[in-house]
């Protein structure tokens, strides 16, 4: 059977509009401080602490973390991330309710990955792999292996959708069948075109 597998951030969710806020509870500027929260995202997609990735963020924006400041900034972090797409909530209530298979695998931090898996959209997913969990991260192969390997499926199998050029083609390299996210009503068509049962008898609800 046809796994359909997500991309979380800027797919289920829409793009974070914390970065003001985490900025300010640095006491930086923006234009300072996004260039650092960037630089740094990588490693803490792949497992390295809320400490150690505000520590370097803070270092590269020229600020120093007081106290409280690693908490203040994760929670911060997790909620700007936490905004739900309305379409792409239909779209995988539209699809639990065919009964399809679905997976996410996310680049995301492990404080962000325990806050997911609490929230309702998150029970449809039969599997959810999370970088930070597993060490490694889009676009790298072992990921998307790691991935098909925990599911049971073979590659050509799993239909995935990322809003980053770079992934779709590292999925592709593993031999997803990998697409560029252009909103739910895109995906609908493409999941149709694959087989996939896409009913409009249910939704997620949130």
């Known amino acids: 059977m046809t796994w359909v597998v997500f991309d979380y951030g800027e797919v289920l969710c829409t793009r974070t509009v914390a970065l003001p806020k985490l900025a300010a509870r640095l006491g930086v500027a923006s234009e300072d401080f996004e260039p650092a929260y960037w630089a740094h995202r990588d490693a803490y997609d792949r497992g390295c602490s809320d400490e150690a990735y ?12 007081d106290t409280d400041a690693v ?3 994760t929670r911060l972090d997790i909620e700007g991330w936490s905004r739900i797409d309305a379409g792409s909530m239909r779209l995988l209530g539209e699809l639990a309710g065919s009964g399809a298979r679905l997976a996410l695998l996310s680049n995301a931090p492990t404080s962000f990955a325990r806050f997911a898996e609490r929230q309702p959209w998150a029970r449809h997913f039969r599997d959810r792999v999370f970088s930070a969990d597993v060490g490694c991260a889009k676009p790298d192969r072992q990921i998307f292996d790691l991935l098909t390997s925990r599911l049971g499926a073979e590659a050509g199998r799993c239909v995935f959708f990322d809003d980053r050029a770079a992934n779709v083609d590292g999925a592709r390299a593993a031999g997803l069948a990998a697409h560029l996210w252009q909103g739910a009503e895109h995906a609908r068509q493409v999941l149709t075109s694959n087989g996939v049962r896409v009913s409009t008898a249910s939704a997620c609800r949130s």
Do not use: E, N, P
């Open 71 to 73: 908490g203040d900034l």
């Open 54 to 65: 505000w520590s370097a963020v803070a270092g590269s924006a020229g600020a120093r973390l």
